[in-house]
């Protein structure tokens, strides 16, 4: 059950991409024959390599799965070994987000910087008005930090890289900015 959700919640689906949510009474040899007869009917596929397992509940819990390979004891198989259960410490990526256990809320946050700063190196060389610098920020950093944002926050230390980042590409890494970084 999550709080201040009314329904409980077993599965999502976004295109291609499909989120179960177990509790550990749930027995996943259960549910895989569920899910064998949908796809045999459906003609879909699970792509077993990119599934992946975020055990949730109290730290004792999740070790136990990630040991024992089983969300439920009285499952009768473990789980394939090419799926992958995050342990603590790691995150897994579900449809814009980042979640897991323990994680550090920097480490998507590197990924998304690394990405802008190649693409605004590439428009860098291109010269741009200052109007379309801001098209291109927009589109770009707004692109890639806006979901992630609303979904999981934006710590102060990537506020403060993105304005740097944004702030070196308007004004050509070095020029003395024109115009102050809070009117721009």
Not at 17 to 40: A, M, P, R, S, V
Not at 66 to 75: F, H, L, V
Request: aromatic share 6%; net charge positive; with cysteine.
């Amino acid at each position: 059950m999550i709080p201040g959700v009314e329904n409980t919640i077993k599965i999502t689906l976004f295109a291609n991409d499909t989120n179960l949510f177990l509790n550990k009474e749930d027995q996943l040899d259960y549910i895989q024959g569920i899910l064998d007869k949908w796809c045999k009917a459906s003609g879909a596929q699970f792509n077993i390599e990119k599934t992946e397992i975020i055990p949730i509940g109290k730290k004792s819990h999740r070790r136990t799965v990630a040991d024992s390979r089983k969300i439920n004891p009285q499952d009768n198989n473990p789980l394939p070994p090419k799926i992958r259960i995050a342990r603590d410490g790691e995150a897994v990526q579900i449809p814009g987000v980042w979640i897991g256990n323990e994680t550090n809320d920097q480490t998507p946050w590197e990924l998304i910087l690394d990405t802008i700063k190649t693409k605004l190196d590439l428009w860098g060389r291109v010269h741009l008005t200052l109007n379309r610098k801001r098209i291109v920020i927009q589109a770009i950093i707004g692109g890639h930090t806006q979901f992630m944002a609303k979904a999981q926050g934006m710590p102060a230390h990537v506020k403060e890289a993105l304005t740097n980042i944004m702030s070196k590409f308007i004004w050509d890494r070095g020029t003395k900015p024109r115009i102050a970084m809070a009117t721009l």
